[in-house]
């Protein structure tokens, strides 16, 4: 039970608690070691006092032993037993004869086998806690008498034990005052202590597919300080002391738990143990997302392109079928109205050839979407095929009054894809632009931005194309890149499917951000090397 208890107890509490315990531990036993010192201290200086008193008024009645005044030597013998925890006193002359004896009735009796105990020096004898005094009374170096004195030692350390229990009821008043105070200080330091673990603790509870899945860590910077920069240049701040720390540590992923938990600026400005732990929790939070992103990408591309596989394969199989038929009543309608004189059959048959040739042109596109895209890579500036795609589109934007808006990073370098289709790639993306901005009214444009990124690991080529138009619903975000799906009355659905073979097939990725009626963002990164 009381384990279970104090199992139950918070840290803060445990930590106050084991503290004061530890503090009442080292007073308890300051205080008794320093009482038995103190004690042990005070019995030596009072039996010396005792001997030394016992001394000077034998000393001071030395005149009685000469003149034989056995009134002034019952005074003294009287003195002596006054003296504290003295119970025995006998005075004896020179042939034995006691002359003073606390018991009177020894008075003028022989004790001379006392004497043979007596030498001629002072003597001090200890057995148990009684203590036995002896002193030859000299006048020059004659022997004139001999006193024996006894006292009580444990008479003696009592009244030094009634002193020293005084000094320790002060003491423990005081020492209670100082655990209770420590308690205090000790309860609401740890309280700040652990505060970081309180919040990890929280956190943790509180992780959730929706916390993981959401874009902020909510961390505040450690330290405002001037020097922000990334001391491995894996970014352009320190995610510890940057105001966008959280979007930074997102960026760096499973590179920051990899690289930053070895730094020496995290560890200067990380603070303690807890501390680290608390910041390396927002390190594995960041890994986790970056494994999520790179899981969740991962299954999307195998079942795109696995649905784009048996999609082209049908399709082809489809589009040969359709295109001999295609043919076939392609040759009938020029016949008919080649040979019947009939205003209705050639209108009619006018009509079945368009409609053929835009059917064959639909099939001419499920026979490309089918076949494997082999890139042929040649060195190019990327930044030139952008105005040169953009450019060709222009007159078609100019008639639905869209503002073409072109940002490139001038620190692009030169790098090797397949021109004809990144430049499919740009067609598709800026056509379905322009069929977004169609119904818009009020300011429209598109914007194409290139930038040129360089990450510890690799460098990239992002190409970034955005409208101001319709945007994409909720419900058809994560159908777009799926082949044959279309919100357009005569769309195929294979443009932005296409789009996605030909980022793939130079290793880049692409995604989209978009929101209805707002507009729309796709972002290419291609690799460069």
Avoid at 31 to 41: C, G, L, V
Avoid at 130 to 154: A, E, M, Q, R
Avoid at 477 to 502: C, D, N, S
């Amino acid at each position: 039970m009381r384990l279970n208890f104090i199992k139950k107890l918070s840290i803060r509490w445990k930590v106050a608690l084991a503290t004061s315990f530890y503090i009442l531990l080292v007073l308890l036993g300051a205080i008794f070691f320093t009482a038995f010192s103190f004690e042990q201290k005070l019995l030596k200086e009072k039996n010396q006092s005792i001997v030394e008193n016992i001394k000077n008024i034998i000393e001071s009645y030395k005149d009685s032993f000469v003149l034989k005044n056995l009134d002034r030597i019952d005074e003294m013998t009287r003195k002596i037993d006054n003296l504290p925890s003295v119970f025995f006193v006998r005075v004896l002359d020179a042939e034995g004869r006691v002359i003073g004896d606390t018991d009177l009735s020894n008075l003028g009796t022989i004790k001379k086998e006392l004497l043979k105990n007596i030498k001629g020096k002072p003597q001090i004898k200890k057995k148990e806690n009684i203590v036995s005094f002896y002193y030859p009374v000299k006048v020059d170096s004659d022997t004139i008498g001999y006193v024996l004195t006894k006292y009580d030692l444990n008479i003696l350390k009592a009244t030094i034990d009634r002193e020293i229990f005084k000094i320790l009821v002060q003491t423990f008043v005081i020492a209670a005052m100082v655990i209770g105070a420590s308690f205090l200080g000790v309860f609401l330091i740890s309280g700040h202590m652990v505060k970081p673990l309180i919040d990890l603790k929280n956190k943790i509870s509180g992780i959730t597919t929706s916390y993981i899945d959401s874009s902020k860590l909510d961390l505040k910077p450690v330290i405002y300080t001037k020097d922000k920069n990334c001391v491995k240049s894996l970014s352009g701040e320190c995610w510890l002391v940057s105001e966008k720390g959280s979007e930074i540590l997102l960026d760096l992923g499973d590179i920051a738990l990899k690289e930053c938990s070895t730094c020496e600026k995290f560890k200067q400005l990380s603070g303690d143990e807890i501390q680290q732990l608390n910041y390396s929790f927002y390190m594995m939070v960041a890994s986790l997302k970056d494994y999520l992103r790179k899981l969740d990408e991962a299954h999307r591309e195998r079942e795109t392109l696995n649905c784009m596989a048996t999609m082209g394969e049908m399709s082809a199989k489809i589009a040969h079928e359709v295109k001999n038929a295609l043919y076939a009543i392609g040759n009938a309608a020029n016949y008919l109205r080649n040979n019947i004189d009939n205003e209705l059959v050639k209108e009619f048959s006018g009509v079945i050839k368009d409609e053929v040739n835009r059917l064959n042109k639909m099939t001419v596109s499920f026979l490309n979407f089918s076949k494997l895209i082999e890139p042929q890579f040649q060195p190019g500036n990327i930044n030139q095929e952008i105005k040169n795609s953009a450019m060709l589109l222009k007159p078609d934007m100019d008639d639905e009054g869209i503002q073409l808006i072109i940002e490139t990073d001038p620190n692009m370098p030169e790098f090797e894809f397949d021109k004809n289709l990144i430049k499919q790639m740009l067609f598709n993306l800026i056509l379905n632009s322009i069929d977004a901005l169609k119904n818009k009214k009020g300011d429209k444009f598109i914007k194409i931005k290139t930038e040129y990124i360089k990450l510890r690991d690799r460098d990239i080529a992002r190409i970034i194309i955005e409208d101001n138009g319709e945007g994409i619903s909720r419900e058809n975000r994560e159908k777009i890149f799926k082949p044959f799906f279309t919100t357009k009355q005569k769309g195929t659905g294979l443009g932005l499917p296409m789009v996605y073979k030909i980022v793939f097939s130079h290793n880049g990725t692409i995604s989209m951000d978009s929101e209805e009626g707002k507009g729309t963002i796709f972002t290419i990164d291609l690799r460069i090397k």
